[in-house]
Structures are given as C-alpha cells and as structure tokens.
C-alpha cells in the first residue's frame, strides 16, 4: 500500500486522524489512540487485530508480529504477503473499530461513536 493510498483510506473512517511521527511513518489515530500505521520502510502496515486473527495472519508468509507492538496484537503485515489491498483495508477497519471501543464512553460520545 502506497503512503498516498494509505493516508487517503485512512481519512475515509470515521474520527480517524493522521499524523507523522517516529520516522516520518503515516500513523493513524482515533480519539488520540494508534490503531494503525504504515511503516515506510520497509512498506509494512502495522494494525491491531483480535487474538484470533493475531494467530491466523501470523501463520502467513509476509505478516509477521509488528516489532515493540507485538505484545499488544499488533501485525505486520508487508507487500509480500498473499493478502489483497481489500482484505488489508478490511483489517485496518476493524483496528479501527477494536481502538475505538477501547476509548472511554466520554471520549467516544465526543466522538459522536
């Protein structure tokens, strides 16, 4: 996934925030909460994913545990791995909403989620 094409999907779900941080990395944000983010080099999208998914994407050839997030479910998922940019997007959605539920009832109703 591109930087342009992450950004500009990023920026389709609802209260989600961009920012540049660490190494000038696209990291995407809801209610000030990472859920994302696209590692420029070497081109891997990081997401939190449920257990279940954590296991299953793990056995993937091209996804590997994120590096320093692992130990919270995060993924790596890089340009080599059989998943299809639909299937990459669908995972970020749902790190998105996973995030998202994770943010106090305030915080969320000042989201309007």
Not at 29 to 40: C, N, P, Q, S
Not at 68 to 97: C, D, K, M, N, Q
């Amino acid at each position: 996934m591109t930087r342009t094409g992450f950004e500009a999907f990023i920026l389709t779900l609802p209260k989600a925030t961009l920012v540049r941080q660490w190494r000038d990395d696209s990291v995407a944000k809801i209610g000030g909460k990472v859920f994302a983010l696209l590692d420029r080099d070497p081109g891997e999208v990081w997401l939190k994913v449920s257990e279940m998914a954590y296991e299953l994407l793990t056995e993937l050839d091209g996804v590997r545990p994120a590096p320093y997030f692992a130990r919270a479910g995060w993924v790596a998922i890089s340009v080599a791995s059989p998943l299809t940019g639909e299937e990459v997007e669908a995972y970020v959605r749902e790190a998105h909403r996973i995030v998202a539920g994770k943010l106090t009832r305030k915080l969320r109703a000042e989201l309007g989620l």
